[in-house]
């Protein structure tokens, strides 16, 4: 955006940094990406999707990952791409989970979400991602 | 029966063969490769309390999986 209108900002970075889809009815935060248990291991991915929240009495950010489907590095790039594509066309969140968790049932990954949107992350995971989404896009969580 | 060293003998039917070839192929490995690698991501699925990262964008997020308590 800040390209399409002429300015530039020291280390933005348009593709590394777009910001994730949101929610404003819930004030949440999507990101569709890839899990990787082991950083180094390409053969081991989970095409998966991060939400992150922040509990309105604690103030707390809470983070989820729904792991959809697993396969090498590719594979959960090519699903992940699907999920963003539906994502943009339908502008609807719950559209994607739809999708999402017809793959996780497929791939047996949905018997491991606890919680509606998957798996929830540990609280010190949340909130660095949480602040670096605030100081990076300002969402308002 | 715990012997790793075990190695196991079995029958593919013929299909099945080309169909493990043509696996291997796209894959471009071994048929031997292309089984383990899916056996292992079968199996495979986030534990609690398992670290990792998140990728997107080419951003990478470390990240920690929760206790693994149900909350639904």
Redesign the interface.
Known sequence: MLQRIGLSAEGFDP????P?FYDETTNTAY?????????EDR??C?A?I?SLTRDTESGAYE?Q?A?CM???WDQAYTASEHLIGIAERSGDIERVFEAAEGMAIAA??RE?W???HG????P??AQ??GD?AVRQWELDL | MNDLSVSFTFRLSPEDKNALSELAER?GCDRGAALR?FI???S????????????????V????????????
């Open positions: 593709d590394r940094d777009r994730p990101w569709v990406g890839i899990y990787q248990p082991q950083a053969e081991v989970f998966s991060l983070a990952l792991p697993v396969g090498d047996h990954q491991g606890q919680h509606e798996v929830s992350l540990e010190e995971s660095s991602i670096y | 894959l690698r292992r991501q079968a495979r699925r986030p534990a609690p309390r398992q670290a990792g990262q998140f990728t997107v964008n080419g951003r997020f470390p990240l920690k999986l929760g206790m693994g308590e149900r909350g639904e």
